[in-house]
């Protein structure tokens, strides 16, 4: 099978017009710091700060472009630290997921679901999904070697032309496996 780019997630934002405007204040905007693997997301340079009943993370970066619902995407490690149960999905399945406050330069936000552990996944285009036999939804493993190589399962396939192909890992997944610059994985698929 082929062999992808596996890039570690780190802990994120994703806002939405009107709770940007709270957080930092009317009129500001997301600054481009630098742009990401999937064609049109960015990291920005505006952090917030994510408050749990047993502690606080600040400086989380903000990924834009704004979107639909705001949601937190944290590691379990990162949950455990801030007393919240994040359960494991994929981006954008947020409903029945826990809350929690969001602070910005300008205002805070209580949402009352929103925060994930962010199911380990495989973002396609078409034209690659088709060339490996794969499609949306589908479910394979991903294949690491190194000093602490290991095979990761349940990956889930997301297909769009809006993306561009690359295995994306939480920072917990990524330390088990000693990731550091630039690492691929072979995809296995399931029959």
Same mark, same amino acid.
């Given at each position: 099978?082929?062999?992808?780019?596996?890039?570690?997630?780190?802990?994120?934002?994703?806002?939405?017009?009107?709770?940007?405007?709270?957080?930092?204040?009317?009129?500001?905007?997301?600054?481009?710091?630098?742009?990401?693997?999937?064609?049109?997301?960015?990291?920005?340079?505006?952090?917030?700060?994510?408050? @749990?009943? $047993?502690?606080?993370?600040?400086?989380?970066?903000? %990924?834009?472009?704004? #979107?639909?619902? +705001?949601?937190? &995407?944290?590691?379990?490690?990162?949950?455990?630290?801030?007393?919240?149960?994040?359960?494991?999905?994929?981006?954008?399945?947020?409903?029945?997921?826990?809350?929690?406050?969001?602070?910005?330069?300008?205002?805070?936000?209580?949402?009352?679901?929103?925060?994930?552990?962010?199911?380990?996944?495989?973002?396609?285009?078409?034209?690659?999904?088709?060339?490996? @036999?794969? $499609?949306?939804?589908?479910?394979?493993?991903?294949? %690491?070697?190194?000093? #602490?190589?290991? +095979?990761?399962? &349940?990956?889930?396939?997301?297909?769009?032309?809006?993306?561009?192909?690359?295995?994306?890992?939480?920072?917990?997944?990524?330390?088990?496996?000693?990731?550091?610059?630039?690492?691929?994985?072979?995809?296995?698929?399931?029959?």
């Amino acid at each position: 099978m082929k062999k992808i780019i596996v890039e570690t997630s780190a802990r994120h934002v994703h806002v939405t017009e009107d709770d940007l405007k709270i957080l930092l204040g009317e009129g500001k905007e997301l600054t481009v710091r630098n742009m990401l693997s999937q064609p049109g997301q960015f990291a920005s340079f505006e952090r917030v700060n994510l408050v @749990g009943p $047993k502690s606080s993370i600040n400086n989380v970066l903000i %990924l834009g472009p704004t #979107r639909k619902r +705001t949601q937190v &995407e944290i590691s379990l490690t990162d949950a455990r630290k801030l007393g919240v149960n994040a359960l494991i999905r994929e981006s954008g399945d947020l409903d029945g997921t826990c809350g929690i406050k969001i602070v910005g330069p300008a205002g805070e936000i209580d949402i009352t679901e929103g925060v994930i552990a962010a199911k380990r996944h495989l973002h396609l285009d078409c034209k690659t999904a088709e060339e490996m @036999g794969l $499609k949306d939804k589908d479910i394979v493993s991903v294949k %690491l070697e190194g000093e #602490r190589g290991l +095979t990761f399962d &349940e990956v889930v396939v997301r297909v769009s032309d809006k993306f561009a192909p690359a295995v994306h890992l939480d920072t917990d997944e990524a330390n088990a496996a000693a990731l550091s610059g630039e690492v691929y994985g072979e995809i296995i698929k399931h029959s």
